[in-house]
């Protein structure tokens, strides 16, 4: 029991429940697969709902099947502080991703009932639907739908891999969960914390336990498709080819020259690179690739986005390159109120901490724009995430709810000057 | 009708028979699918066999089913000469490609007939079984098989694509044909002359009709491996990588420069590279590709070789690279007094020649184990072959069957010092 002004948090309910969620949707292997509005993720839904009717909290259920666990503020209609991630996983997924933010929150609440501590505000886990987007795309619907940023019809009629839709798929879900009340999208908060495996190496490589997320960095997603000629190996010399294996791995240097940075912060990413026709003796006529562009300052996005479309127009000859754009996510800055509260909470605690934007996507990112908004990092080790080796220490993640405590507290309190 | 000392080349005839064989597995897109041993290319040997009967050339087919046709000598039981090529195609073929071959033998044959030419020793047009590989592996089967490099059997149980055995397919072919004599394989040839499109640009590009072939180039092939460590694109810095698809193209780009020689000899081509998992956000773990290697000097292959070893042990950082030989095959040299045969006829016939080895393999590659062999290239459109779009002028097939029949008939000579 680690007592705290933010509550007493119970270390071993925390472990048992973390072992509790590993699970469902165990492979067998070591990590789960739970892939979003299936069984295994009702059953870790129904789990979760059923620790918190023993604590008496209201439950919520919005149209996208977002699901909210309220604990009550001392009253007022104040907005509430909310607290989560998500219990979907990928195919081949560990048992940390997601599931962790969703248990320190849940364990937060618990904490300040067991300290016999009330708030100003309500404070609220949630649960949010299909951050994995690997049944449905895209990620982070369940989130994008409750800000507005997608629309629930088109979420809804969104086809998984197994032919069933989102909208089939959450219907049979609240025909097995115990009944839960309406939740209308966009109800609005005061907060959102989210606390999350960083995901990445880090913190780890820093010795900290706590990372101060500053934000999400921006994202480019391109395909660029180089066009040669086919021709006979044995018999096309050198200089008479248009090889577009050739041409696509100098435009690929190209690209990797542009992204290096001394600090190494850009980070430049060839996921796919189809070679048609792909046989042995073929000089190959077509590569088609993906290039993925993330950094935390849109300027140098812009600038890359303008490096890489120069390269594909310049530097393809013999062949040509053609560049289409798969996706913009500009970078999101959290507030400086919740940044500097998580910081501020860390610091108190005497946790390590550093500064950092996270490389990945998160539910946070579209709550702010809904909220202030803010998420706390724990280290994971080797950086290794969607994968059944994900793993960090009970240590770590203990400490990240400290810290989510501390700063969801300081939160609610009915004067904090940060959201609504 | 062509008159010179090698009979009466008749061009239309040719042309209507070139015609003939294009309609056969035409594929409405202008080229052919006539895949060996099919129903396509059994009605083409069954075309050219009836052209035979009509002249009453004797017919005999060898236990993997290559197809003779012999026009008598003035006696005494010297060994053939023998001149062909095949039927088969790749799936998307052209019209030209190894029936060109089989077509001039024959306009050789019925050319003495009509100039009323008697030669010494036997003529023979062959029709290879299976030369494209492209329904059963290995390519050039036929010639393997009859000079002893690939047992029997072992060619008699490859199994096809769709399932049926090469002995399967033999026999059916066998049941449709009229009846041919049988054929002891290995049968003794006094030497071997194939007509074939050179299947590349550099006839073409020097505006010469003729190529004398004064070999096959060697080729080795390799499959590298290149491991690395899959990760989040997201959250993993660039220095923290061990990104498989980085290491894998700084390889290639080595194995290109090992491979750039000043006089455009070495051939160097990547024709497959898999990237694994794929996927547009993930750091790539792991690539497979191919690497195809042709020389006409074995000294520089063996080079190469040693380079491209060197390269996989010592560039890969901070991955690791393995290497698999998956084919070697050596460099053919033709027999001298073949190929100053055809240099000659050229000449005399006022044909602009060249000098060239073939990038290609043939089954004139095997025939060199048993007897003299050499092989007349003519230019095709833009080096295009293995495709619909292959295309040679009628002028220069007529150019490619006159030096044909000029060589073969010098060959033919008793006092020929050349082969058996």
Known sequence: MIEAPAGK????RFRARHEAMAAIGATGRGGIDRQALTEAEIEARALVIGWARLRGYALSVDPIGNLFIRRPGRGGGFAPVLAGSHLDSQPNGGNFDGVY?????????EALDDGGIETDRPIEVVVWTNEEGARFQPTTMGSAVYVGAL?????????????????????CMLRKLPH????ALATPLHAYVEAHIEQGPILESARRKIGVVLGIQGLRQYAVTVEGTEAH?????????????????????EFDRVATDAKDIARLTIG?????????????????????????DEHELERLDRAIREICRERAQPCSASIETLLTSRTVNFATSVVDAVREEAARLGHGALDIMSGATHDAAFLARL???GMIFVPCRDGVSHNEAEYTSLENMVAGVEVLAGVVQRLSRREAGVGA
């Open 9 to 12: 948090i119970d270390v071993d």
């Open 101 to 109: 933010g969703v248990l320190a929150a849940l364990e937060v609440l």
């Open 151 to 171: 629309p629930l019809q088109q979420a809804l009629a969104v086809r998984g891999r197994d032919g069933v839709t989102v909208s089939e798929a959450l219907a």
């Open 180 to 183: 839960c009340a309406d939740r």
């Open 233 to 253: 190996a044995g018999t096309t010399p050198r200089l008479r080819r248009r090889d577009a294996f050739v041409a696509a791995r100098r435009i690929a240097a």
């Open 272 to 296: 796919r690179f189809d070679v048609s026709p792909g046989t042995t003796n073929t000089i190959p006529g077509k590569v088609t690739m993906t290039v993925d562009v993330r950094h935390p």
């Open 371 to 373: 909220c202030p908004t």
